[in-house]
């Protein structure tokens, strides 16, 4: 069965950085598309960043020129490099990645971004 597990979040100040990873489990298909989502307490899910299985990004406005998203195709896993964070950031990030025409998200991890 196909798991995705994040890790890497946690508490930061304002304009700190902090890297979110997932792995994907279970499968020995390469993902395809690979991506982010977060969700602020009180606020629906929001797309953060997409990464193609042949490196090509797209990240939302909110975080363009802040956030990276790469990804490790060898071991199907995924990245997001968050960096001069704001208080707004704040949200559990939830990765989602399309495995054979599925697609599955992981548990996901909090991030908290305060002084």
């Known amino acids: 069965q196909v798991q995705l597990v994040e890790s890497g979040g946690g508490l930061v100040q304002p304009g700190g950085s902090l890297r979110v990873s997932c792995s994907a489990s279970g499968t020995i298909f390469r993902a395809d598309a690979m991506a982010w989502y977060r969700q602020a307490p009180g606020k629906q899910r929001e797309w953060v960043a997409t990464i193609s299985v042949l490196n090509s990004t797209n990240t939302a406005d909110s975080v363009k020129g802040r956030f990276t998203i790469s990804r490790d195709n060898a071991n199907n896993t995924v990245h997001l490099q968050m960096d001069r964070l704001k208080p707004e950031d704040t949200a559990v990030y939830y990765c989602?990645?399309?495995?054979?025409?599925?697609?599955?998200w992981g548990q996901g991890t909090q991030v908290t971004v305060s002084s």
């Open positions: 989602n990645a399309i495995i054979m025409s599925r697609s599955y």
